[in-house]
Each structure stands twice: as C-alpha cells, then as structure tokens.
C-alpha cells in the first residue's frame, strides 16, 4: 500500500471460498489504512468481471460456470 500513489486502484483477489480469506481480510485492511476506500468498478470492467456491479464480490463454486471459488475487492488510495 505505501507503493500505490494517491488516487490508485489495488485489486485483491483470491481463489478462495472462505471469508476469513476474502471480505475479513479487506474489512481489517480498510480498519488499519484511513486512506483505503472500497471502490465500485468502473462499467468497463464489465467484460472483464461479468458479475462486477460493486467494490466487492463472492463468486461461489459454479456460480457462472464450473468454478472454484472466488472473492475480489477493488480498493481506491485517497
């Protein structure tokens, strides 16, 4: 995080079903980096992550097709 500029964009992502993995870990991020921000995605985006209509999303096994799990967060420095 102190890499990113002010006014970038960090996607996390992890292949992952659990919580503790995905929104727990971004909630405690946005808890210890005043400057964090969970930002919706832009609607270009949209080709890239179909089900992209928030800052935030779970994708569970088979959601969309045959997949594993999926969380991703896209977070905006102030």
């Known amino acids: 995080w102190p890499?990113?500029?002010p006014g970038g964009r960090l996607l996390y992502a992890t292949c992952s079903v659990f919580r503790s993995e995905g929104q727990d870990q971004i909630d405690?991020?946005?808890?210890?980096?005043?400057?964090a921000r969970s930002r919706?995605?832009?609607q270009g985006?949209?080709?890239?992550?179909?089900?992209?209509?928030?800052?935030?999303?779970d994708l569970a096994p088979g959601a969309a097709a045959v997949t594993?799990?999926?969380?991703?967060?896209?977070?905006h420095k102030a």
């Open 28 to 35: 405690a991020f946005l808890q210890r980096h005043g400057d």
């Open 68 to 75: 594993d799990g999926f969380y991703y967060a896209l977070l």
């Open 3 to 5: 890499l990113l500029k």
């Open 45 to 57: 985006a949209g080709h890239l992550l179909p089900l992209a209509d928030n800052a935030r999303q």
């Open 40 to 42: 919706q995605f832009d």
